[in-house]
């Protein structure tokens, strides 16, 4: 199994007015995912997320879909737990009509509380999520918790991670930029994101890690917040991080995610060089 790639929402150059015709356009460019943007909230109707999901089995896109961005699991307040788990399970039901198998999950900021402290709180907050989940007979999604890429986020790599450990159904969703945005650089290159894809084994296992959700995109950040805004790739001014040596990790590993490319406007022409650049690593190791 290979690698596989698609855009965050719809690109600026996508030439529709529904997202009903995505994956025919998807399909058409040679991309062969999409991820559904919910992230300001659920205003899909069910007419238009079954036709994204008859388009999309159609025309082989593999979708996935984004819960809105309110989601704070390391928030204890119990009001806060309730629309959290509203809006998750929501999320659920809009995938479940559109065939999406994933979806993304922010983790929650630290609210002045320790890392310690805040991840205990999203534990707790996320086994009571997938208890409710699996009662609304939603078990079938997997839950994808993405690390996050401002350093006062709950959401670096290990604690996602140890969010993942809950069950075997939850899938990380490693954001290689927000990686790179939150320590200030550091996460870029061969050295870095062979670190990343053991530090995911080692927790994970090979299987599941192996099946990892992904965005990636070039990232600016500030030197005390992290992540500032997303970049495109033929934007100048050294924006990273670097997609080949990720591209040349996966593919010696022979592992098969989900990169779904978040660049700020062109997320699909970039999803596709991120494509072209995987296919000819993975030949050269072959």
Request: hydrophobic residues 35%; glycine residues 10%; aromatic residues 8%.
């Amino acid at each position: 199994m290979s690698a596989i790639f698609g855009p965050a929402g719809n690109a600026e150059d996508f030439p529709y007015k529904s997202s009903a015709d995505a994956p025919r356009w998807l399909k058409k460019l040679g991309l062969d995912c999409y991820e559904y943007q919910c992230g300001k909230g659920i205003h899909v109707g069910e007419d238009t997320a079954r036709a994204v999901g008859i388009q999309a089995v159609e025309h082989g896109i593999s979708m996935s879909l984004h819960a809105p961005y309110f989601i704070n699991l390391a928030n204890p307040d119990p009001d806060s737990l309730e629309k959290t788990t509203g809006y998750i399970t929501g999320a659920c039901r809009v995938a479940t009509l559109m065939g999406a198998q994933r979806v993304v999950i922010h983790s929650g900021a630290l609210m002045k509380r320790s890392r310690h402290e805040a991840l205990d709180i999203a534990l707790r907050s996320l086994r009571h999520v997938i208890s409710v989940c699996d009662d609304m007979g939603f078990g079938h999604i997997a839950l994808c918790p993405e690390t996050m890429g401002k350093i006062n986020q709950l959401g670096n790599l290990d604690e996602v991670l140890e969010l993942c450990t809950l069950d075997e159904r939850l899938v990380p969703c490693v954001d290689f930029g927000h990686l790179y945005a939150r320590s200030l650089g550091a996460d870029d290159g061969v050295e870095a994101m062979e670190r990343i894809l053991n530090r995911m084994e080692q927790i994970l296992g090979k299987d599941r890690a192996g099946r990892f959700h992904s965005h990636f995109s070039h990232i600016e950040f500030t030197p005390n917040g992290g992540e500032k805004c997303h970049r495109t790739f033929v934007e100048s001014g050294g924006f990273g991080p670097d997609w080949t040596p990720l591209a040349s990790a996966v593919a010696k590993r022979g592992w098969s995610p989900t990169f779904i490319c978040e660049s700020a406007g062109t997320q699909a022409a970039d999803a596709l060089e991120m494509k072209r650049i995987y296919q000819r690593t993975e030949e050269r190791n072959v």
